[in-house]
């Protein structure tokens, strides 16, 4: 049974961090690359960040260059994002993704909201 399950959303004030977890289980996690995406009410998904199956390999959404860190654990099922000096505008429901050629699996999201 595949899952994807994060954590570590909640409320902060602007300028606050927040680090984010998704914990994976069945299936070749080292295999998959893994990326964050976010969604805000009556806003598109997008792409916050992603790695490459080894780690290796990073890439960052313009709008957040700078002042998240994406990370992950191989050993440990794990995909880490790190978010510092957070905004207003980055809050927005916050979801895992496992992507290897057509598999393409979802976590249910972690809630992340910025406001003073």
């Known amino acids: 049974q595949v899952q994807l399950v994060e954590s570590g959303g909640g409320r902060v004030q602007p300028g606050g961090s927040l680090r984010l977890s998704c914990a994976a289980s069945?299936?070749?996690?080292?295999?998959?690359?893994m990326r964050w995406y976010r969604q805000a009410p009556g806003k598109d998904r997008e792409l916050v960040a992603s790695i490459s199956s080894a780690g290796i390999v990073t890439q960052y959404a313009d709008s957040m260059k700078g002042r998240v860190t994406i990370s992950r654990d191989n050993a440990k099922n794990m995909v880490y994002l790190q978010m510092n000096n957070l905004k207003p505008e980055d809050t927005a429901v916050y979801c895992c993704?496992?992507?290897?050629?057509?598999?393409?699996?979802w976590g249910q999201g972690t809630q992340v909201t910025v406001s003073s």
């Open positions: 993704n496992a992507v290897r050629n057509w598999d393409d699996y």
């Open positions: 069945g299936f070749s996690f080292s295999s998959y690359s």
